[in-house]
C-alpha cells in the first residue's frame, strides 16, 4: 500500500501568514493527490484535488502544487477560520490512504 | 442540495454487528464510486472501504478485510457498510463520501482516474465497549 506522510504535525501561525503544509508519498503518484480541511464535529471538505486544481468554491487562498513523491498546500493571507487538521490523500491506488493530517493553529 | 445522510450507528459490544446506511440525494447516485472513511477518537482520517458505480468491485483497507462489507442499492441511492466482528478499535465517525472520477480508454487498456471525494456525509458514530 502507499504510506503517506505530512510535516509538520501541528504549527501555529498568524492571522494574514503564509502556511505551506508537505506531504510525501511512498511512492511515485503522478498528481493524484487530494488535501482535505477537516474541522471539528464537521464533514471533512475537499479543498484541492490532482495536485493542484481548487475545488469549486473553495477559496483562492488556497493552492496546491507537486507530481511524483512530494506535494505542498500552501494558505495564503491565513484567515482564522483556517484554523482545522488538513490532509492529504492519495488516489493513484483504488486502495485509498490520508496522510495523518497537519493541525493549523492560529496564535 | 447534493447530500448524503448517514444512519445506523450505535454502541455494540465487541463481535457484534452492525449495518451503516447513507442515502444519498440530489445526484445520479447509480453513476459514481462511493467510499467510506472513518475517524477513531483523537486520530486521523483513515480510508475504510470503496465500491464502484454498480457495486461489482470493491475494496478495503487491510484492517477491515473479512469483517466489513460494503454495498449499495441504486434502486434506493443507498450506501452500506455491514459492520462484523467488532473490535474496540473499530471506534470512530464514519463518513460516506461520493469519489470524483472519470473513466480512461487508451487501445488496450481501461481505466479510472480518480480525483478525491467530492460530498461528504457528517459521519455517525460507532462505538465498540462492554
Known amino acids: 500500500d502507499i504510506q503517506m506522510t505530512q510535516s509538520p504535525s501541528s504549527l501555529s501561525a498568524s492571522v494574514g501568514d503564509r502556511v505551506t503544509i508537505t506531504c510525501r508519498a511512498s511512492q511515485r503518484i503522478s498528481t493524484y493527490l487530494n488535501w482535505y480541511q477537516h474541522k471539528p464535529g464537521k464533514a471533512p471538505k475537499l479543498l484541492i484535488f490532482d495536485a493542484s486544481t481548487l475545488q469549486g468554491g473553495v477559496s483562492s487562498r488556497f493552492s496546491g502544487s507537486g507530481s511524483g513523491t512530494d506535494f505542498t498546500l500552501t494558505i495564503s493571507n491565513l484567515h482564522p477560520e483556517d484554523c482545522a487538521t488538513y490532509y492529504c490523500q492519495q488516489s493513484y491506488s483504488i486502495l485509498f490512504t490520508f496522510g495523518p493530517g497537519t493541525k493549523v493553529n492560529i496564535k | ?130
Not at chain 2, 459492520?83 to 473499530?90: F, G, I, M, Y
Open chain 2, 1 to 130: 442540495e447534493v447530500q448524503l445522510v448517514e444512519s445506523g450507528g450505535g454502541l455494540v459490544q465487541p463481535g457484534g454487528s452492525l449495518r451503516l446506511s447513507c442515502a444519498a440525494s440530489e445526484f445520479i447516485f447509480s453513476t459514481f464510486w462511493m467510499s467510506w472513511v472513518r475517524q477513531a477518537p483523537g486520530k486521523g482520517l483513515e480510508w475504510v472501504a470503496n465500491i464502484n458505480h454498480d457495486g461489482g468491485e470493491s475494496y478495503y483497507v487491510e484492517s477491515v478485510k473479512g469483517r466489513f462489507t460494503i454495498s449499495r442499492d441504486n434502486t434506493m441511492n443507498s450506501l452500506y457498510l455491514q459492520l462484523s466482528n467488532l473490535r474496540a478499535e473499530d471506534t470512530a465517525v464514519y463518513y460516506c463520501a461520493r469519489i470524483s472520477s472519470d473513466y480512461s480508454s487508451i487501445p488496450g487498456l481501461n481505466y479510472y482516474n480518480y480525483y478525491g471525494m467530492d460530498v461528504w456525509g457528517q459521519g455517525t458514530t460507532v462505538t465498540v465497549s462492554s
